[in-house]
């Protein structure tokens, strides 16, 4: 407890090292040594973004800043970065567009936003991105606004900035009634962003047309001042109270803007062009925000159908932000969510997600006109898996076949996640600790189809289909993992076999007969036992020669460097030796896998097998003996 408070104790002076206050003198003294204190939104958000970390990737650039909640959508990213917010920064005309996130429901559109404005409430608070407003300004305005039009010029050149924006009219009002026109004193604060204090973020989102007002934008008249004052047009009768008004400095973000009211999407044009907006009985006011909006697909080709809307359109950037195509990013994404929630008592078995995942991938892919492409295969090269007749770099051209239209429909996470949600409390419901497996889930998925209210015949049979290439994918691994699980229990067999084959492929090389080690007698290279283990991962009677000879090749460069060659040297080798034994076991592991009364031996081999299921690939011992008993009727039929 006493360290917890200490805690609190620490983050509180944290917060008050972050108030600076000072005259307008002194914050142009720190503009001088630092310009980038006065650098525009658009510029802030993307220096915030770029300064977590860039790296690239087969072409593609990959920003750290998106990695704890985004999963695979590093192309989409790239392209909002680089074709929005880097020419934003440098000023160019991109920043007076609206920016508009266009793509299916729960495909990440609000996790985007809420990112960048959390990530700038972060940012305002480090030196770098440190900014400044008028003290007492309703709309924390830049100081730089202070300087009279006629000394701009003079003051960018000294100071390496650029201004733009006028005051707002409380200062105008505050520097002539306060400070009879002198700037230099007026009081200048440092401004730390903050949604929840309504600091620099704003929001919007579409409510009753017959309620809302666009004084939720743009703020609105004190009647209880107007007495006092005498006028409307006195800003101190006025509260600049409005979500524009607030997000001054900031984002401002428009959630499901086009279902918007037309009379606010009008007031969005000056903003977004000219940089200011109408309010009251006042001049245009000025504002720095970046504004940001989302909608889907729908919803966008309707808008844009609206000859109306032909004005407001030609000033927005549209970013497609479709759903991911990676199996292994959607894994991630579904860990994220199961994390977030209550489920410490619930073990997910390994490739639970996996099965969803792949059933959430194939109901996203187009189908390639490309011979001999199948979605499956498709699915693996979008994850960096080659597949037999494709090679990774086929990835690239299958991705500009269906480029803006793949990924934008499909099962979407959040369908997924509540099937996955449902099987939990289904087994979990009265037991101290549920196991969910792949089985689980896949049935899940399916009696969610059952249940789905709007969802076509058509659709659904295309769902099942996928939810049953699903399960085959499954199938396979999970035959896999025992396998492995059982080779591993016969180590000895496997290290043997793996000699008896490095020691036919050295005489084959060197084309040298083999003596045997009990008679002494000399025979040629047993091909056959070569044969059987190379087929086992594809390789030709064409290619056997070549593969051999790279067999040599890593046996003489370990042998150089002063290791030896051992069992997982050669991944491809490995895999053959793993699958040419597990095939000589398959009627052993049928029999024991199968077997309703174990006898000893069995027992003993199975009890093996889980153990090493559970110590070396996450199984709990609920869902290593579901895999065996599932494994062995797969083998039986």
Same mark, same amino acid.
């Given at each position: 407890m006493h360290s917890l408070l200490k805690r609190i104790e620490e983050h509180r002076l944290s917060e008050s090292k972050l108030s600076w206050e000072g005259t307008f003198?002194?914050? #142009? @003294?720190?503009?001088?040594?630092?310009?980038?204190?006065?650098?525009?939104? %658009?510029?802030?958000i993307y220096n915030m973004v770029v300064q977590s970390g860039v790296t690239e990737v087969n072409g593609v650039r990959h920003y750290a800043f998106f990695d704890k909640e985004m999963f695979g959508l590093d192309k989409a990213l790239e392209r909002l970065v680089e074709e929005y917010f880097h020419p934003s920064a440098r000023r160019l005309d991109v920043r007076k567009r609206i920016l508009l996130l266009m793509g299916p429901v729960s495909g990440g559109k609000s996790t985007l936003v809420t990112m960048l404005k959390r990530g700038? $409430?972060?940012?305002?608070?480090?030196?770098?991105?440190?900014?400044?407003?008028?003290?007492?300004?309703?709309?924390? @305005?830049?100081?730089?606004?202070?300087?009279?039009?006629?000394?701009?010029?003079?003051?960018?050149? &000294?100071?390496?900035?650029?201004? $733009?924006?006028?005051?707002?009219?409380?200062?105008r009002l505050m520097l002539k009634e306060q400070y009879g026109g002198q700037l230099e004193k007026v009081p200048v604060e440092r401004v730390v962003l903050s949604e929840s204090e309504r600091v620099g973020i704003g929001t919007f989102s579409p409510s009753d047309p017959k309620s809302q007002d666009i004084a939720d934008l743009t703020g609105s008249m004190d009647f209880s001042t107007i007495g006092e004052y005498g006028s409307e047009s006195d800003p101190r009768a006025y509260r600049f109270d409005g979500e524009l008004n607030k997000a001054n400095r900031g984002i401002m973000e428009f959630q499901e803007m086009l279902k918007l009211d037309e009379k606010f999407l009008w007031? #969005?044009?000056?903003?977004? &062009?000219?940089?200011?907006?109408?309010?009251?009985?006042?001049?245009?006011?000025s504002a720095d925000e970046m504004v940001i909006a989302h909608t889907n697909e729908t919803e966008y080709r309707a808008f844009i159908a609206n000859k109306k809307n032909e004005a407001l359109q030609s000033r927005i950037i549209v970013m497609p932000i479709p759903y991911n195509l990676k199996v292994s990013e959607e894994i991630r994404i579904y860990e994220k969510l199961i994390q977030q929630a209550d489920s410490k008592h619930?073990?997910?078995?390994?490739?639970?997600?996996?099965?969803?995942?792949?059933?959430?991938?194939?109901?996203?892919?187009?189908?390639?006109? =490309?011979?001999?492409?199948?979605?499956? =295969?498709?699915?693996?090269?979008?994850?960096?898996?080659?597949?037999?007749?494709?090679?990774?770099?086929?990835?690239?051209?299958?991705e500009h076949e269906f480029d803006g239209i793949e990924g934008m429909s499909g099962a979407d996470p959040r369908y997924v996640i509540n099937r996955i949600s449902?099987?939990?409390?289904?087994?979990? $419901?009265?037991?101290?600790?549920?196991?969910?497996?792949?089985?689980?889930?896949?049935?899940?998925?399916?009696?969610? #189809?059952? &249940?789905?209210?709007?969802?076509?015949?058509? $659709?659904?049979?295309?769902?099942?289909?996928?939810?049953?290439?699903?399960? &085959?994918?499954?199938? @396979?691994?999970?035959?896999?993992?025992?396998?492995?699980?059982?080779?591993?229990?016969?180590?000895?067999?496997?290290?043997?076999?793996?000699?008896?084959?490095?020691?036919?492929?050295?005489?084959?090389?060197?084309?040298?007969?083999?003596?045997?080690?009990?008679t002494d007698e000399l025979h040629d290279p047993d091909e056959k036992l070569m044969r059987s283990i190379e087929e086992q991962i594809g390789i030709s009677e064409n290619a056997k020669k070549a593969f051999r000879e790279e067999i040599m090749i890593r046996i003489s460069s370990y042998a150089r460097r002063g290791h030896a060659f051992e069992y997982d040297s050669h991944e491809r080798l490995k895999e053959a030796i793993e699958k040419k034994l597990f095939a000589d076991l398959k009627d052993v592991v049928k029999i024991t896998t199968s077997a309703r009364t174990p006898d000893a031996e069995q027992l003993r081999k199975i009890n093996e097998v889980v153990n090493?299921?559970?110590?070396? %690939?996450?199984?709990?011992?609920?869902?290593?003996? @579901?895999?065996?008993?599932?494994?062995?009727?797969? #083998?039986?039929?």
């Open positions: 003198a002194s914050y #142009l @003294e720190l503009v001088a040594k630092n310009p980038a204190v006065a650098q525009f939104a %658009h510029a802030r700038l $409430e972060a940012y305002s608070r480090t030196p770098e991105g440190a900014l400044y407003g008028i003290k007492g300004c309703p709309m924390h @305005e830049e100081p730089l606004h202070l300087v009279p039009k006629e000394l701009r010029g003079e003051v960018e050149e &000294q100071l390496g900035v650029v201004i $733009e924006g006028d005051l707002c009219p409380s200062c007031n #969005l044009l000056s903003l977004s &062009q000219e940089g200011n907006f109408k309010a009251g009985r006042f001049a245009l006011i619930v073990h997910i078995a390994p490739h639970a997600l996996y099965a969803a995942s792949v059933f959430s991938i194939l109901s996203r892919l187009k189908e390639s006109k =490309k011979a001999g492409m199948d979605l499956v =295969k498709k699915l693996k090269l979008y994850d960096g898996i080659e597949v037999e007749g494709f090679k990774l770099k086929d990835a690239h051209e299958l449902s099987a939990v409390i289904q087994k979990g $419901e009265n037991t101290e600790r549920a196991c969910i497996n792949a089985l689980d889930v896949l049935r899940a998925l399916k009696d969610g #189809l059952d &249940q789905h209210p709007s969802i076509t015949k058509e $659709e659904r049979d295309r769902l099942l289909t996928f939810i049953a290439m699903a399960r &085959q994918e499954y199938d @396979e691994m999970a035959k896999k993992e025992v396998q492995r699980a059982f080779v591993y229990s016969y180590e000895e067999s496997a290290r043997n076999l793996l000699n008896n084959y490095l020691d036919n492929v050295e005489a084959f090389c060197n084309t040298t007969p083999m003596k045997d080690p009990i090493r299921l559970m110590k070396e %690939h996450g199984y709990c011992a609920s869902c290593a003996n @579901e895999l065996l008993r599932y494994t062995g009727s797969l #083998l039986n039929r």
